[in-house]
């Protein structure tokens, strides 16, 4: 084909490259197709972590992360006992099943886009708001990955493992229950929305805490896709707790990495675990709002996730 309107081609050289040197790293990255922005903003957000398993204590999950201005972890999570999911926390999923009918259609949509719901608070579509998207997508794909191990370490079982009348009207996933990764997703995509969405003139001066007491249209949101996960009968309102509580803490640290322009807040170092499923047993806001937090640290990100950075600006000007 290339011979008939061409010509022939003998291999030589007909145009010069726009320049030998390479080009600014981020005019490339907007030019690349979706899969490799999305393989390089998930390398530079797993870089900011970092997972603490020990294969021979299997209870406690921890989150560290080298930005910190300290060696504590910034979420520690210790796996509840099989007798506190069933006695304190089965009760709920029989009391939540009774709202199924109603938010049946939620349940399904939210199975695979929870995304989609904040859109209820703050339009987004990828014509206006394309940057937004794809640090919000970043988001998700972020908090699944951190999630995934944790939940495979605790080895914590699914509602319907305790009873076969839970029956759930939708798959119940074949991997552990505890942390929600629906939870930990919605949480730290609120926390990190809210920052991102904020009035132009406003610096980034409000923490989740903050948000949660306020009740932010974006955090109940996030409270609902989680609730409606407890609802369907594949998650018991612990793991609902746990997730949200490592959901904003890596929104939080996510959001003092590259939000330039916003006043520098520590970050809250957080716990939730064993037992205190038994003490709010119900997954509220305003219970996850009375949680204890383990004071806080100072984040400094100096190079660390420049692209990720230069994408948050671009975002943040589709809210001017």
Do not use: C
């Not at 949509?109 to 209820?120: E, H, N, R, V, Y």
């Not at 990190?192 to 009740?215: F, G």
């Amino acid at each position: 084909m290339r011979d008939g309107p061409g010509g022939a081609w003998q291999g030589e050289a007909t145009r010069a490259p726009v320049s030998e040197v390479p080009r600014d790293p981020f005019k490339v990255f907007k030019g690349m197709a979706g899969y490799p922005r999305a393989a390089t903003l998930d390398l530079e957000l797993g870089r900011l972590v970092s997972l603490e398993l020990d294969p021979s204590n299997r209870q406690v999950a921890r989150l560290q992360s080298d930005l910190l201005a300290t060696d504590e972890p910034l979420v520690t999570l210790t796996r509840p006992s099989n007798a506190e999911l069933a006695t304190a926390q089965l009760p709920h999923i029989r009391a939540a099943a009774d709202l199924r009918g109603d938010h049946m259609a939620e349940i399904f949509a939210q199975m695979a886009d929870p995304l989609s719901f904040f859109g209820a608070a703050a339009h987004m579509d990828g014509g206006g708001r394309k940057w937004t998207l794809e640090v919000m997508s970043a988001v998700m794909r972020f908090a699944s990955a951190v999630a995934m191990p944790i939940k495979l370490h605790l080895d914590v079982p699914r509602p319907m493992e305790f009873s076969e009348w839970v029956q759930p009207p939708i798959q119940t996933p074949a991997h552990g229950s505890w942390p929600s990764a629906h939870a930990t997703e919605v949480f730290a995509m609120a926390t990190v929305l809210a920052a991102l969405s904020r009035d132009k003139d406003s610096p980034n001066e409000l923490s989740p805490d903050a948000l949660i007491a306020d009740r932010h249209l974006l955090m109940r949101l996030a409270t609902r896709i989680a609730d409606n996960r407890t609802m369907a009968g594949v998650h018991f309102p612990t793991d609902s707790f746990a997730g949200a509580t490592l959901g904003i803490a890596l929104g939080s640290l996510i959001v003092q990495t590259v939000d330039r322009e916003g006043a520098k807040l520590p970050v809250t170092l957080r716990s939730f675990g064993a037992g205190e499923g038994d003490q709010v047993p119900d997954f509220s806001l305003s219970a996850l709002g009375n949680l204890p937090t383990l004071g806080t640290a100072d984040v400094d990100a100096t190079g660390h996730a420049q692209i990720l950075k230069l994408l948050w600006a671009e975002a943040r000007a589709e809210w001017r």
